[in-house]
């Protein structure tokens, strides 16, 4: 499966952004998929997840109340909505599906990243 993540932009705190990462392919339905962020100078750090189905979600802590992560099954696609941004939120955001985990190396297929920058 190809992933492509876009959405990103410039937003001010406390502003909003919502991500899409559309998959080619007919076989999206049949993966978990995540979120992973990177900021500079960091290593990547997990965001949110979801099952195949669309049952179950996890989510960092730093994000929980915040982001909403979702998806479309029909149309192929994974969102993230993200709410009350703080700077500290900067960071590319990587779309990724595989299995349903936290772990980076639960998942075989990774997007190119779009990057989120928020000023404060």
């Known amino acids: 499966v190809q992933l492509q993540a876009s959405g990103g932009g410039l937003v001010q705190a406390g502003g909003s952004l919502r991500l899409s990462c559309a998959a080619s392919?007919?076989?999206?339905?049949?993966?978990?998929m995540s979120w992973f962020r990177q900021a500079p100078g960091k290593e990547r750090e997990f965001v949110a997840a979801?099952?195949?189905?669309?049952?179950?979600?996890l989510y960092a802590d730093p994000v929980k109340g915040r982001f909403t992560i979702s998806r479309d099954n029909a149309k192929n696609t994974l969102y993230l909505q993200m709410n009350s941004l703080k700077p500290e939120d900067t960071a590319v955001y990587y779309c990724?599906?595989?299995?349903?985990?936290?772990?980076?190396?639960?998942?075989?297929?990774w997007g190119q990243g779009t990057l989120v920058t928020v000023s404060s």
């Open positions: 990724a599906a595989g299995t349903y985990a936290v772990d980076a190396g639960a998942y075989a297929y």
């Open positions: 392919g007919r076989t999206f339905s049949r993966y978990s």
């Open positions: 979801i099952t195949w189905s669309g049952g179950s979600t």
